[in-house]
């Protein structure tokens, strides 16, 4: 793994909590009438379409390659810099504006590590930004932004607590 100075080395606290990509409808005229014939073709609405095909998408995206590597290890890796890394957990979930509901793709953490796990560094947030757009360049998801997300108690904590 290369080297890189971090912005964020001392937040630990930051570098713990998700990453959230959100993402919009359809940013290319082809892939908008795809959405509509899978809609018309399954009875189902557009916004049921355009989460179906991100959960499929997703979820190819984070199957490994035979390398070992998924879509979003090998981007992330060459964004930060890094070479053999592994990115965190990614889950779909989605969010609401305006009254409509879109796609949100959430990594678990906002860490790339070594495949042993010796050595983690964070991600940055130019090499976050750029795995949103090359998304939409390459599937046509309307790339809206990412936020860090602050750390949630996990639910074993809360059973816990509430004893």
């Known amino acids: 793994m290369s080297s890189v100075s971090l912005d964020y080395e001392n937040h630990e606290a930051l570098a713990r909590g998700p990453v959230a990509l959100y993402f919009g409808g359809a940013s290319a005229e082809e892939f908008q009438e795809l959405l509509n014939k899978r809609a018309i073709h399954f009875d189902c609405t557009m916004t049921h379409a355009l989460h179906v095909e991100f959960r499929i998408r997703v979820k190819i995206l984070s199957t490994p390659n035979r390398f070992g590597k998924t ?20 889950t779909i979930s989605s969010y609401m504006h305006n009254g409509s509901k879109y796609p949100l793709l959430i990594f678990e953490n906002s860490l790339l590590c070594s495949p042993d796990g010796t050595k983690s560094f964070l991600i940055r947030d130019n090499a976050i930004d750029r795995l949103g757009k090359e998304f939409e360049a390459d ?22 607590n509430s004893r």
């Open 71 to 90: 879509y979003f290890d090998l981007l992330l890796g060459v964004f930060s810099e890094a070479d053999n890394v592994l990115s965190p957990k990614a």
């Open 139 to 160: 599937f046509q998801f309307e790339y809206v932004g990412f936020k860090r997300l602050p750390i949630k108690k996990s639910s074993r904590v809360r059973k816990l």
